[in-house]
């Protein structure tokens, strides 16, 4: 039986890259797909495509079964008729994966008001609005004496786990979905519901132009940077394997896959009293000679 049989999932931005790819891996391995993308450009403007519908009918040549959904993750409505679609469709939902988003980059002291708010919007808000519904439903299932066995899949990324020049907003809410995984995984597991996150790192539109060299796609030979990389460890993180396993930012690219080890307490010195200010100076740099390195910002 394959890993996800059965199962419901809802996949947000998932008509192109690093989505489409979980789409169709979820499909092949037995799940009931709920295709969502609001069917956007790079920098979340009005497409006029609907890449969600053939990502529908990839699945449904492959012997699956899914639906489109164009909602905006980021529209509270819109996100709860997205889980309604999942109800409708299938009768159920047990994944969500949160994938939805834009890039629009720019240096910090040029990041302008609006794009710093859109950004924040379909990332963060994105995340938070849809998984908002669906645990909504999970609760009121649970309260119900009903068995619940429900996954959250989110996506951070490495920019927001270590910073990266030229993308302040994106990096921002990239660190405030990795908290948010784990605030998740501390509330909902009485629930029956886990939750995790990723930090890929693969060739999609929001990578392609950032890093077109290191993301050049071999001639021949295991292609690393291909999304299709990424989609078997949200597969199984989706699966029923997975209950055990809750409250962690996974790292994946190519066939790696790390568990990052993010904020936690370092070195300490306790004087037991109130610091003066001239004396605070040198504790601080104690401290940074005991304390690991910070990575660098990507882009350094």
Not at 147 to 168: E, F, K, M, W, Y
Request: contains cysteine; proline residues 3%; negative net charge.
């Amino acid at each position: 039986m394959s890993v996800c049989e059965n199962r419901v999932v809802i996949i947000t931005g998932a008509g192109r890259g690093i989505g489409r790819e979980h789409a169709l891996e979820f499909a092949r391995q037995g799940a009931k797909v709920v295709v969502n993308d609001l069917g956007v450009s790079l920098a979340g403007e009005e497409g006029g495509e609907s890449p969600g519908e053939q990502v529908v009918q990839e699945i449904k040549d492959l012997g699956g079964e899914a639906v489109a959904n164009g909602a905006d993750v980021a529209d509270f409505g819109q996100a709860g008729e997205l889980v309604k679609t999942a109800l409708d469709a299938f009768g159920a939902l047990d994944v969500v994966v949160n994938n939805a988003g834009f890039v629009r980059d720019r240096m910090f002291v040029s990041c302008s008001e609006e794009e710093w708010d859109a950004v924040i919007r379909v990332h963060l808000k994105g995340h938070f609005a849809v998984t908002n519904q669906a645990c909504l439903y999970w609760r009121n299932q649970s309260k119900a004496g009903k068995p619940v066995d429900a996954r959250i899949i989110n996506t951070s990324s490495g920019a927001g786990l270590q910073g990266s020049i030229g993308q302040s907003a994106y990096s921002a809410a990239k660190a405030g979905i990795a908290t948010l995984t784990l605030i998740q995984a501390a509330e909902l597991g009485r629930y029956g519901v886990t939750a995790n996150a990723i930090a890929p790192s693969a060739r999609t539109r929001m990578t392609e132009d950032v890093f077109a060299e290191m993301m050049a796609k071999p001639d021949e030979g295991f292609d690393a940077m291909d999304p299709a990389n990424v989609s078997p460890l949200v597969v199984w993180l989706g699966s029923a394997e997975s209950r055990d396993v809750t409250g962690q930012v996974f790292e994946v690219a190519g066939g790696s896959i790390s568990v990052a080890d993010g904020w936690r307490s370092g070195p300490e010195i306790d004087k037991g009293a109130r610091w003066e200010p001239d004396e605070v100076g040198n504790a601080v740099h104690e401290l940074l000679k005991k304390a690991t390195p910070a990575q660098k910002v990507y882009g350094t």
